[in-house]
């Protein structure tokens, strides 16, 4: 049985691809342009609630290599856990930014992702993750790693978080699915950055959403991602009550785009809180 949980909010903290918008070295329209939603910084988000215990709680989708400009940005004072889609650069790499939160809350923090992923994660931060190993005694993360299986939820203080496949290219990875049995105007809500295809087993697990969070890289054919008219044709098929389109690289002007789309549709933007 589920707990009580009060004040859920979704926040996008980075709609962007892995190179950013601007992208270094352009001088197009949506790298120049004034309106700060065409500004992205690297894909990832929040969801932060208060739990059966009156505890705020913050739990993070991803660590961008932006993650610190963010968590600044967003005025975050702690992190209860990370969940992980998959191990690439710019879903990872900002990892190390959490330290901080260590210290205010003077406790670890759990972190869930696949197998390969949390192998990634200890390849590449061995400092945090084999502390003993460091020359100097160092101030690094304190994290409790936890694997996760695609179809078995984990509880998040009183939250649902159910891990469902997806395909990105070729590579196996994860979104999210977030529940609560109580009324909650953004819940149930699916997270599917990085996606090109959705396996069919896969769609039983995103029918009946109120909210849908779904990858849309750009207009053109691209081998990893959703182009902007296959993101809306699986919208529509899955008919959340709201879908935003998020992972967008430079060729999306934000308010072109957006005033194209069907009812229900919308580009997400860095900040945007739902």
């Known amino acids: 049985m589920q707990v009580t949980i009060t004040d859920f909010s979704f926040t996008f903290m980075g709609t962007g691809t892995s190179a950013g ?3 270094i070295a352009c001088d197009c329209a949506v790298c120049t342009s004034e309106d700060p939603r065409d500004h992205r910084s690297r894909s990832g988000a929040c969801i932060r609630f208060t739990d059966a215990t009156n505890q705020e709680r913050v739990i993070l989708i991803d660590t961008s290599p932006d993650l610190r400009a963010q968590v600044l940005r967003e ?7 990370i969940v992980f889609t998959h191990n690439h ?12 939160f260590n210290m205010v809350m003077q406790q670890p923090i759990d972190i869930y992702a696949e197998r390969s992923t949390l192998d990634h994660l200890h390849r590449v931060f061995q400092h945090v993750f084999e502390s003993h190993k460091n020359i100097n005694k160092s101030f690094v993360a304190n994290l409790i790693p936890n694997e996760i299986t695609v179809g078995t939820p984990i509880d998040l203080f009183g939250l649902r978080c159910t891990p469902i496949r997806l395909m990105h290219g070729r590579l196996p990875i994860v979104g999210f699915r977030f529940d609560h049995s109580d009324k909650h105007q953004a819940l149930p809500l699916a997270y599917c950055t990085d996606v090109s295809t959705i396996p069919p087993e896969t769609w039983p697990t995103l029918v009946g959403l109120e909210t849908l969070v779904l990858d849309m890289l750009r207009i053109r054919h691209h081998p990893t991602h959703l182009t902007l008219d296959q993101a809306v044709s699986i919208a529509d098929e899955i008919g959340a009550t709201q879908t935003w389109f998020t992972h967008m690289t430079h060729c999306i002007g934000h308010a072109e785009v957006d005033e194209s789309l069907p009812r229900g549709m919308n580009l997400s933007f860095d900040g945007l809180c739902i």
Do not use: Q
């Not at 650069?89 to 901080?100: P, S």
């Open 89 to 100: 650069v710019d879903h990872t790499f900002g990892l190390d930014e959490v330290r901080r």
């Open 75 to 81: 005025k975050l004072h702690r992190c209860d856990a």
């Open 21 to 23: 918008v601007p992208i």
